[in-house]
């Protein structure tokens, strides 16, 4: 089951990138002579409107093939790739990963609207000495007030406590039937975000507690927390390539590829609809942002050298543009293959297999 939803969410995500420049390259006039979800050798296809639409033996990835893309295949027709202006060519391309970005947010402003369960301010442990625990908080205390401000969810209490400028807080908790108010020094402590970077934030030593509610918004509302959870992920995940690239965090603890997103898609499945959506909103966002990275083969990539195009007011030669795509290419293909290893490391499946073959011999 696991990982056919695996599947399923795979090529959601390859469909609905492909389809972007689809729709636009058709509603531009473009002739469109191929779609394919997945590579190789085909399994089925169909015809319509002068498009074949094939699913293709390899899942991972698809593809669109618009009629003269390339100037090797150029007829001169007027409804060819290379045969419209820049900006038009752009636009095709850039639509890939920008549907991408729009089912993101689609994902995220459903999740909103459905419910998702969220962290209550309630403690669940504190830990020995630090401030918390000195000032007399005990677990099952719940937080209901930070410096004047009401709370109710754990990650409001953290952005409180983290984004603070003051050295104590006045923190007010119910115990049962009793309001008690504490004031509780604020302590810096060096922590590893997600991507392994390190920050040095204000903690006063409490742990939340299991207990979830069930948080729903009306239409309007969810449709402002989408755009606010999509703008903030774009940021963190930018950030997070930014790092990668100039080696501030690690990239093998960073990484993952189809293997780990499998891995998680398993844990996920088990936590119900809403996660599984989440899981799909994030990954759509990644691919839209990941393909729009100025870098050969990706549509980012691509409309970089349209842009030099622009710039000079002609084309690069065929034979310059094949050799950096080409470059592009074997990068990523190396980049795929060092992503899948690492994943089998990471995951312990390398161990097992040389337990498995070791037991063979045996």
């Not at 007027?78 to 202006?85: I, Q």
């Not at 409180?160 to 050295?167: E, H, M, Q, R």
């Not at 084309?315 to 990068?331: H, M, T, Y």
Request: glycine share 8%.
């Amino acid at each position: 089951m696991p990982l056919l939803i695996f599947l399923i969410i795979l090529s959601i995500m390859i469909i609905i990138h492909e389809s972007g420049h689809l729709i636009v390259a058709k509603r531009l006039g473009m002739k469109v002579e191929k779609f394919s979800l997945g590579f190789g050798r085909k399994i089925v296809s169909f015809k319509k409107n002068g498009t074949e639409y094939a699913l293709s033996l390899v899942p991972f990835g698809g593809y669109v093939k618009i009629a003269g893309f390339s100037e090797n295949e150029c007829l001169g027709n007027t409804d060819e790739f290379l045969s419209r202006s820049v900006f038009q060519r752009i636009l095709v391309i850039f639509c890939g990963p920008f549907v991408n970005y729009i089912f993101a947010f689609l994902c995220f402003w459903l999740i909103f609207i459905l419910g998702f369960p969220r962290l209550t301010s309630m403690v669940g442990s504190v830990m020995d000495k630090l401030p918390a625990q000195q000032t007399g908080v005990l677990a099952q205390d719940k937080v209901i007030e930070i410096e004047g401000k009401k709370i109710g969810y754990w990650d409001e209490l953290q952005e409180l406590i983290y984004n603070t400028d003051k050295s104590s807080l006045r923190i007010k908790v119910q115990r049962q039937d009793k309001i008690i108010e504490f004031n509780i020094p604020v302590k810096k402590e060096e922590i590893s975000d997600v991507f392994g970077k390190k920050h040095s934030l204000k903690i006063i030593g409490i742990k939340a507690s299991n207990e979830f509610i069930q948080v729903r918004y009306n239409v309007f509302s969810a449709c402002g927390l989408a755009f606010s959870r999509l703008i903030d992920l774009t940021k963190v995940t930018y950030s997070g390539i930014w790092w990668l690239i100039t080696g501030k965090v690690s990239f093998k603890d960073s990484v993952t590829g189809p293997i780990g997103i499998y891995d998680m898609t398993k844990n996920v499945v088990k936590l119900g609809f809403v996660a599984v959506l989440h899981l799909m909103a994030v990954l759509s966002l990644s691919l839209a942002l990941f393909n729009l990275l100025p870098f050969p083969v990706l549509d980012g990539g691509h409309i970089f050298l349209l842009l030099i195009e622009k710039l000079r007011s002609k084309r690069l030669s065929q034979k310059i543009e094949d050799a950096i795509n080409n470059v592009g290419l074997s990068f990523i293909v190396l980049l795929g293959l060092f992503v899948f290893y690492n994943d089998l490391v990471r995951l312990g499946h390398i161990e097992k297999i040389t337990s498995f073959f070791q037991s063979i011999v045996k």
